[in-house]
């Protein structure tokens, strides 16, 4: 092949809008970047499975791979899972190079598909000085992966809406509903909830759950197949490519 080719990594779940949401985005990334080819493989609940898919680029004479994780922020999944289930796989496949790139966040093109998503659900320029916004996040309990979130809502603070909080769906606090009142206790009128998570599944839900429950104005949908998104993507993409190239002619 005369490109890397392009392995999407992905979570999982249970809930069919996942993968469905992950499979859209990767053929938004083959739309934008003809001739590259773009595989998707995920962790756990859904097929096909990293190893898989990186046996089968082997056998198809593949030499080089660059494995791209479909994560906000270096977390968990991030720092050790796919480390590992590409460490065994190096082990497998010597003559396979696999490079790990970067996860997606932060990015201004991640700001730029919640702008998108919220102005689609109705946000007008003329809103932003009086709306009170929430971004949710998935939630993590590396501090690392925290601090990425409370740095975004700073940044997101200075772009015009009269205030910012960060919230999160699990393992961490404060929970989107209590985010949506505490916004209302400080007079607050209008709240939007912006859920930063890639694809639909069960924190997602949890997200819009509490933005109901607390009576959020506004809840947008989450970030899914956005062409802001897809060119992100290929961003990390050429970012590792450059390093493998350095690497190589080091």
Request: aromatic share 2%.
């Amino acid at each position: 092949m005369s490109h890397p080719a392009l392995l999407v990594i992905a979570h999982g779940s249970r809930d069919p809008r996942h993968a469905a949401t992950v499979h859209a985005l990767t053929e938004r990334v083959r739309a934008q970047r003809p001739g590259l080819r773009v595989e998707t493989a995920f962790l756990e609940f859904n097929a096909p499975s990293v190893p898989r898919v990186l046996e089968r680029l082997a056998a198809e004479g593949a030499d080089e791979v660059i494995a791209l994780p479909l994560l906000l922020t270096r977390a968990f999944h991030a720092k050790t899972d796919i480390p590992s289930v590409l460490r065994e796989a190096r082990a497998r496949l010597p003559r396979l190079h696999i490079r790990q790139a970067d996860v997606l966040g932060p990015s201004p093109l991640l700001n730029a598909t919640l702008g998108r998503r919220l102005r689609e659900a109705g946000v007008r320029p003329g809103d932003i000085p009086r709306t009170g916004l929430v971004l949710a996040s998935a939630g993590s309990s590396d501090p690392e992966a925290i601090a990425v979130i409370a740095e975004i809502a700073r940044e997101l603070r200075h772009t015009g809406w009269c205030a910012v909080r960060p919230a999160f769906a699990s393992a961490s606090l404060p929970r989107t509903e209590d985010a949506v009142r505490a916004l209302r206790a400080e007079g607050v009128d209008r709240v939007a909830v912006a859920p930063y998570v890639i694809a639909p599944g069960r924190l997602p839900d949890r997200i819009a759950a509490g933005a109901e429950a607390a009576g959020a104005d506004v809840l947008a949908d989450v970030l899914g197949p956005a062409p802001e998104l897809a060119r992100l993507l290929l961003e990390r993409y050429d970012e590792a490519r450059v390093l493998v190239g350095a690497s190589l002619s080091a």
